[in-house]
């Protein structure tokens, strides 16, 4: 499974950007894919994560209500919708994949840790200016 992230860049304030997860490799469906962001000198930290069949996502607390995750198994791609931009947004974003699981009940569980991503795609650099 590779993955490649793409749709950074520098916007004010208040903008929007679109990101993009392309995985390769199959049964795509059968994956939760997330998103972290890594500041310099931090850990990385989670930012949003979408279940194989899009059906059950997680947010931070920090972009609940501003971030949207979506998924697009036909095209093999995530997108991370962004508004609302803040500066302290600026980071370089990943995405990332595991196996989907499930509880016993068989919900998707959502992993918000890095340590439990098995593929991880590039960064690609988003800047909010003030």
């Known amino acids: 499974v590779q993955l490649q992230a793409s749709g950074g860049g520098l916007v004010q304030a208040g903008d929007s950007l679109r990101l993009s997860c392309a995985v390769s490799g199959r049964a795509f469906a059968s994956y939760v894919v997330g998103w972290f962001l890594e500041t310099p000198g931090k850990k990385r930290d989670f930012v949003t994560a979408?279940?194989?069949?899009?059906?059950?996502?997680h947010y931070a607390d920090s972009v609940k209500g501003r971030f949207s995750i979506t998924r697009d198994n036909a095209k093999n791609t995530v997108y991370l919708q962004m508004n609302s931009l803040k500066p302290e947004d600026t980071a370089v974003y990943y995405c990332?994949?595991?196996?989907?699981?499930?509880?016993?009940?068989?919900?998707?569980?959502?992993?918000?840790?890095?340590?439990?991503?098995?593929?991880w795609g590039q960064g690609t650099q988003v800047t909010v200016s003030s």
């Open positions: 990332a994949a595991h196996p989907q699981y499930t509880d016993y009940d068989s919900t998707p569980i959502i992993d918000i840790n890095p340590d439990d991503y098995d593929y």
């Open positions: 979408i279940s194989g069949s899009g059906g059950r996502t």
